[in-house]
């Protein structure tokens, strides 16, 4: 890019004030600085998001920033870390101030509504191609891991699944959900980040994982690392009015369950430990010594495979 496009990123991107006291430097040297408190661990993640291949071309870009930081936020969630700061590398076709705007306007807001600074980052020309990297702190030995579940732990999800994966739907116009398109779409293009769960579940959580690539795949992640089997029940699960109604209409009862996106969490707690739970959550199902998920639907236990899932949204 040429030095003026330089610049012109610039302004969007530096002289913004410091919010969160652990930044010790921001944008504009050779490295951030940032100060990890004494008996605090760093927590890093990324994720790359590219036109065409994760979202749209005609995406809002207030969205896809909102979204970009999100995804991010919700890795930090999902292992019990408050969120510090974040850096971006932003490649682009060419510079287009509009665009820019509005994408740093989404990013932005959701980033200081978390006490985040973006501290760094690179751009370059190229596909549109957007990877945010997110940086957080957790008391050392305190971090939500994947591996903890033991058999007999009770399994919950943070709230409602399934809206992120009817509103990929709606946004590809193989489905309307009428009046409740609106708010199905924003849970699909802005999901909440479940920072402050995240952090309180981490005093008595075993396990945890958000919800990126639907409940079946990420439980199975959980069942894993962790050695164990688990079985979820139907009944128990929880779904948005929109949910149910495309359920009812269409027969397809596997979506909402094998559909990503929904970024909320999906944890394990030992029984004896459940009475410390202050978050709001749905109890779904149990771990059991495995291996393999289970689901148990209008009375019928059967492992997940003999449902037959053909695919994965
Ligand atoms: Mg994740």
């Known amino acids: 890019m040429s030095l003026s496009e330089f610049e012109l990123i ?24 940032l100060t990890v408190p004494g008996g605090y661990e760093l927590a890093v993640t990324m994720d ?13 870009p207030d969205d896809l920033g909102h979204k970009l930081l999100a995804v991010n936020l919700s890795d930090l969630a999902s292992m019990g870390a408050e969120p510090i700061a ?32 973006l501290v760094g980052g690179d751009t370059t020309r190229g596909p549109l191609t957007l990877s945010l990297q997110a940086m957080g702190f957790v008391p050392v030995g305190k971090a939500l891991r994947r591996s903890g579940a033991n058999p007999g732990d009770l399994i919950y ?10 509103g990929l ?13 609106e708010k199905v779409l924003r849970q699909f293009n802005r999901p909440d980040p479940r920072i402050n769960e995240g952090i309180k579940i981490r005093d008595y959580a075993t396990s945890c994982i958000d919800l990126s690539d639907g409940l079946l795949a ?36 596997q979506m909402p369950i094998n559909a990503g996106d929904d970024y909320e969490l999906c944890f394990t707690v030992n029984p ?13 199902g149990f771990i059991e010594t495995g291996p393999g998920l289970k689901l148990n639907k209008a009375g019928l236990t059967q492992e997940i495979a003999s449902y037959g899932f053909e695919h994965f949204y």
């Open 10 to 33: 610039k302004r969007y991107f530096t002289g913004k004030k410091i919010i969160n006291s652990h930044v010790r430097l921001g944008v504009g040297d050779d490295c951030a600085l």
């Open 48 to 60: 790359t998001m590219v036109e065409g291949v994760h979202f749209f071309p005609d995406v809002a």
């Open 86 to 117: 974040i850096t971006l590398a932003l490649t682009m076709p060419k510079v287009d101030t509009s665009w820019l705007e509005q994408f740093v306007e989404g990013f932005g807001k959701l980033a200081r509504s978390h006490n985040v600074d």
């Open 157 to 166: 999800v943070t709230n409602k699944i399934g809206d992120a994966g009817l």
């Open 169 to 181: 739907k709606i946004a590809r116009g193989d489905y309307d959900a009428g009046p409740e398109n």
């Open 218 to 253: 990420d439980l199975t992640h959980i069942l894993e690392a962790s050695h164990v089997g688990a079985c979820i029940n139907w009944e128990k699960i929880p779904f948005s009015k929109a949910v149910h109604h495309y359920i009812k209409e269409t027969g397809d009862w």
């Open 272 to 284: 004896q430990k459940a009475e410390l739970i202050d978050i709001d959550c749905y109890h779904i």
